[in-house]
């Protein structure tokens, strides 16, 4: 399949299951189960796997634009399907046969979810550096132990990609470690379920690993590796998948205060709203809002995908112009639509809700304007 094959099987999905499945993900903080299996059995589980393997070789063009698509009808499927797909880009990037094998392939057969682990309790938004401890039993063999916070497709993917600090306690803070985990590995034990303000369906739980012995055959790249897997693939590909997603939520804002207009009338006049000069021009910014933003992730994720080192400017400021863009146009959405936006387990109610967290989702808006300030001044973009 072509991407706009991809995309018009990953609309038609968006306008039935998950669309069908909307309602009960957030009233009942429900996990979207048929929306996930709808992808993977369409074919669409392996959207950034390479083709050599089953998979459709696509990039971050192709997330931003499915994670989009999703989002307009539910920000956590999106967000969830977008995280599976940015967990099996982290495989695949220096992926040994085995995990070719074992991971790779399934996923591109719709056998398999994976997803991140790496954000923890006592770090917060700074995901990159984590303190899961790391201990090498043998060549063949380490052990595990921490917790993780907040991830998302906790306890239902098949596996996990975990983030761990250095194997020598003198290592430098950015010699750190991936490693994938299967969700049979013995330890992992798991937190209540999410119950949150918005995003209900994302199953973002707590994970606890106790002493988990994992193979070498696990880990991903190499020991220490794990700021390359940071600035080369895990903050491009979920920076886009967030983005995505919460640009969608933007349009189905935008859509939702549209059609109010075209359809309201006044019964004493018999003029609807959408004759009204102020509302026209509202509604005329914020579409050029939406606009000008998705055409900022659409160039950054083409130039992230075409390998231009440069990308990672506009992909960093891609996410954080999102956020500002969804926040506002769904606030001004419910003040064009007047009173009937305020109403319970409205559509609105929703948007306005899982619109929020686009600012706080790690890396944060602040942060993400801060690296971006750091790359251009040429200065370290972490924090010491």
Known sequence: MDLQEILSRIKQ????TVKD???????????????IQALQNAGLGGLVVAKDLGGHGQGLHAIARACEILGQVSGSA????????????????????QQKEEFLKPIAQGRHLTTLALSEPGTGAHFYFPQTQLLALSGNEFLLNGSKS??????KADSYVI??????????R??????????DTAGLEWGPDWSGLGMRGNSSKTLVLKDIKVPAQNLLGEVGDQLWYIFQVVAPYFLTAMSGTYLGIAQAAFNEARQHLIGRAYTHSGTTLSQNQLLQHRLGMLWARIERTRQLLHHATREGDGGDPTAVLPILASKAEVANCCVEVVNEAMSLMGGIAYSHSSRMDVLL???RASHVMGPTTDMLYTWLGRALLEQPVLDS
């Not at 983030?163 to 430098?172: K, L, M």
């Not at 950015?174 to 969700?183: A, K, M, Q, T, Y």
């Open 78 to 97: 999106a967000l969830c399907y977008g995280m599976h797909c940015v967990g099996a880009a982290v495989i695949g990037a220096k992926a040994t046969e």
């Open 163 to 172: 983030s761990t600090a250095g194997v020598d306690p003198e290592a430098a």
């Open 21 to 35: 499945e909307a309602g009960a993900i957030d009233e009942k903080s429900k996990w979207p189960e048929a929306s």
């Open 353 to 355: 809700r899982d619109a």
């Open 13 to 16: 999905i968006a306008n039935s």
């Open 150 to 155: 907040f991830v998302t497709n906790g306890s």
């Open 174 to 183: 950015d010699e750190f470690s991936c490693f994938v985990l299967r969700n």
